[in-house]
């Protein structure tokens, strides 16, 4: 098993900056390609960004692209994404998961291809 605490959400206003942390526990990080994932009041889950388990791959969405940066930290155990210039629109609550990865260069985009997922942390972004 492998758990995922999420921090750092909270309510900023657009334009500014936040950084989400997810800490993992319970297995060997470094086995595990890690992904964030956000949902909004009545809509559905959505990707955001995705990081491979040796940290030289990443993928975003569109609607995050240069904004948003993935990144893993493997001593802490721990995958970051760093948020710049919100939007209202990114208003939802964050979710990491992880998923054990073959391969280094992989990453994961579809939610089923997840095994393991956070609790969650929300962001809000007021106008």
């Known amino acids: 098993q492998v758990q995922l605490v999420e921090t750092g959400g909270g309510l900023v206003q657009a334009g500014d900056s936040l950084r989400l942390s997810c800490a993992a526990s319970?297995?060997?990080?470094?086995?595990?390609?890690m992904g964030w994932f956000r949902q909004a009041p009545g809509k559905e889950r959505e990707f955001v960004a995705a990081i491979s388990r040796n940290g030289e791959t990443t993928y975003y969405a569109d609607s995050v692209k240069g904004r948003f940066t993935i990144s893993r930290d493997d001593a802490k155990n721990t995958v970051y994404l760093q948020m710049n210039s919100l939007k209202p629109e990114d208003t939802a609550a964050f979710v990491c998961?992880?998923?054990?990865?073959?391969?280094?260069?992989?990453?994961?985009?579809?939610?089923?291809?997840?095994?393991?997922w956070g609790q969650g942390t929300q962001v809000t972004v007021s106008a």
């Open positions: 998961a992880s998923t054990y990865a073959a391969f280094g260069g992989t990453y994961y985009y579809a939610p089923s291809d997840y095994q393991y």
């Open positions: 319970g297995r060997t990080f470094t086995y595990y390609a």
